[in-house]
């Protein structure tokens, strides 16, 4: 079982800063684990995600050079650093760790039901 409880998102100006937090608890270690955003009828959409074993991160290429996925092992936590937030960076980002899954992380696709899934944070930015 695991449990993942997201903390950190708001609505800001477009140009801001914003840090997503999602604590895992549980006694499953994932070997993948990422950030992913959904706008209200569109696809759910991969952002950012890492190894746990300090194996590369991969991110979408419209987040690149702006958002930084880490982890803090010692805490079960995972980040997303957002700066230089755009308009269309506007969602609900979910934070998500696979269950059994024994791929590369950057071929990775979780599923609703099989991988654990955060709550949900929104984010909101306005130009």
């Known amino acids: 079982q695991l449990h993942l409880a997201e903390s950190g998102g708001g609505s800001v100006q477009a140009g801001e800063s914003l840090r997503l937090s999602c604590v895992a608890s549980?006694?499953?270690?994932?070997?993948?684990m990422g950030w992913f955003r959904q706008v209200l009828g569109k696809e759910r959409e991969r952002v950012a995600v890492?190894?746990?074993?300090?194996?590369?991160?991969y991110y979408a290429d419209s987040v690149k050079g702006r958002f930084a996925i880490s982890r803090d092992s010692a805490k079960n936590t995972l980040f997303l650093q957002m700066n230089s937030l755009k308009p269309e960076d506007t969602a609900k980002y979910y934070c998500?760790?696979?269950?059994?899954?024994?791929?590369?992380?950057?071929?990775?696709?979780?599923?609703?039901?099989?991988?654990?899934w955060g709550q949900g944070s929104l984010v909101t930015v306005s130009s």
């Open positions: 890492l190894s746990t074993d300090r194996g590369p991160a």
């Open positions: 998500a760790a696979d269950i059994g899954y024994g791929g590369p992380c950057l071929d990775w696709n979780p599923k609703d039901g099989l991988d654990a």
């Open positions: 549980g006694d499953y270690l994932s070997n993948c």
